[in-house]
């Protein structure tokens, strides 16, 4: 008996020095998920808060000292397979973040050093068949778990203190269907919401609803043919062509209990019907809901509303990016929304309703205009078959890729990133792809080449997001495909393809202070502060379908730039 | 239509034979353009199917997301005009891919698909 008084005594110590010094903690529910802008000492996360504004309002680091800005530690994940892509996220001074493969790392905020990591196991054969894969985008914090999906299909729960799976649900049928889940979660209240990838592949690009206690999915939402009204808008059955991947998390409005998500473009992405596609073709109609932004209930997956940024999306230029900025502006409330083709969408947030539509990307010419108090395309340049007489613009690779901007509600900017680039195109008529696994439906050929108005080249603008007017300008001879961080320091953080973190000064765009990572970023940027300290943490680690079209178009350092390393790079101000 | 097909098959193996100088006897083709069809959706125009084991068809489905310019200049993949790996190189190439680089297509595509692949590879300038 009294060896075990002291026993327990010890043990009790034991915790009680434990509790010393771990960080206090208290549990991340849905209101602190909701009030998370309020508090800039975590990013708990993808967007850095339901409004999607990648900004964090810490400002020990700032305009003034950040010259002094220096290396705080590194984290080496290894088996960077195709780069680190993923957004970190921090709380209660803890940092988690993803690797490729799915792999789960919680390190001391401070210092860097492992608290746990996980790897699942995965089906290594089927990732072998993948084209996106393995990288891993991003993961999700709530009910004292950790959320990261697989690109075999699964979520998985992971005990916030431990690593340990507490849950492992298997949503899609990844063997069947060869898609998975390489994005990060969304947790609203008691559901962990997850889109699967997919535009080339014959998925119908499902959104799940899971429940944060058990694993049990709730709901799921298909992005193609999802109701029967949508199904009427694909032509002889050609919905079985599938697409639609909901890759990206997306936005949620708390006053209205909607969560906002954007989806992919149909399969095959060209098309040779030319301006006949509402009759011929591969898939005859607007082909709903794929290339469109979806308005859902988060506890039913019911839909409540849409629009349809590209009916009958015919280049590829999806609205899978799932930054959804919630902006107040004159009694509006609105979002925003960036697609992929180069223009940016502001509805508003009762019922998707078109306010504005304007141009980030300069070079244009799938269409000559969006109607912007309507969302209507304006002559659209609908391709025939054969090669076409002048190039495409943007090329595939987008007007937007798929990181994320950064807005500053101290500026009133938003930070995004353009792109420039065309591509000589030659539509293919294919056989529509239904059933096989692991084998794409693209039905043409390409090549990107330089855009008309000079070099193939990126831009990182500065502009009122509702408007689109500018204020500043900063252009890169390579588009950065990396997330951009503004924070209230008035800074914006750029890491660019290069391996260079550019500090600019929020007001201005002067460039303050820079760093070179080593390799180029192709994943998120956030900050966080432990033990009262700010941090700013970014993974660098080059791949990914857009970092592969680098070699080609600009040589060198992306010729001989690993595609399997990668690093957690964490700075603060000495 | 089956004889259109058969005579399409026929084709595309004696230009692999051709290139390679595979001495590919007539037993062994016919199993293989037999299990040479893609899934398609119903009522689909018809008249695609022909191009089931066409090489430039398939490679323009699958293969040109990443070989640009139908396989004709680097882009995402290397440049495949005048590569000077071999056919068996190739071919297990496409069934096996390049792990982190090149998805593995070997479930997806029969032998006399990659075959017809192979060949339109070959007879690119």
Known sequence: MAMGIKYLTSCAALALAVMAVAPPASAIDASRLQDAEQNPNDWLSYHGGYKSYHYSALDQINADNVKNLEVAWIHMPGRSTRGLQSMPLAADGVLYYSGSYSRVYALDGATGKLIWSYFPELDEELVSMQTHSPYNRGIALGDGKVFVGTVDGRLIALDMKTGKPEWDARLLDSKKLTVGFTGAPLVVKDTVIIGSQGGEWTSRGPLFGVDIKTGQKKWEFLTVAGTEDAKATWGNDSWRTGGGGAWMPGGYDPETNTIWWGTANPAPLYDWAGADWQKSGPRPGTNLYTTSVIALDPDTGKLKFYHQELPHDAWDFDSAVGEFLMIDRDGRKLVVHPNKGGFVFVYDRANAKVQNVWRLAKNINFVKDIDPKTGELIGRRDLSLGKASSPLCPAIAGGISWNSGSYSPKTGLWYKIGQEWCQDIEVVKTTPITEPMAQLNIGGNFKLVPPPDGPARGHLDARDPVTGDKKWEVTFSEPPLASVLATGGNLVFVPDSRGVLHAYNAETGAELWSHYNGVGHNGGIMSYTAGGKQYIAVPAGWGGMVADEFPALFGEPYKSMPKDAGALVVFAVK | ?125
């Open chain 2, 1 to 125: 239509m089956l004889l259109r097909l058969t005579t399409a098959i026929l084709m595309q193996m004696k230009a692999i034979m051709l290139a390679t100088g595979m001495a590919l006897s007539l037993p062994f083709l016919w199993p293989l353009g037999v299990c040479a069809q893609q899934s398609q959706a119903p009522n689909q125009d018809q008249s695609a199917k022909e191009s089931d084991i066409e090489g430039g068809t398939m490679f323009a489905t699958s293969c040109g997301f990443c070989h640009q310019d139908g396989g004709r200049t680097a882009g995402k993949g290397p440049k495949l005009a005048g590569t000077t790996r071999s056919d068996d190189f190739l071919a297990e190439r496409i069934r096996k891919g390049k792990p982190g680089a090149m998805p593995a297509f070997g479930g997806a595509f029969s032998e006399s698909q990659i075959m017809a692949i192979v060949a339109y590879i070959r007879a690119l300038e």
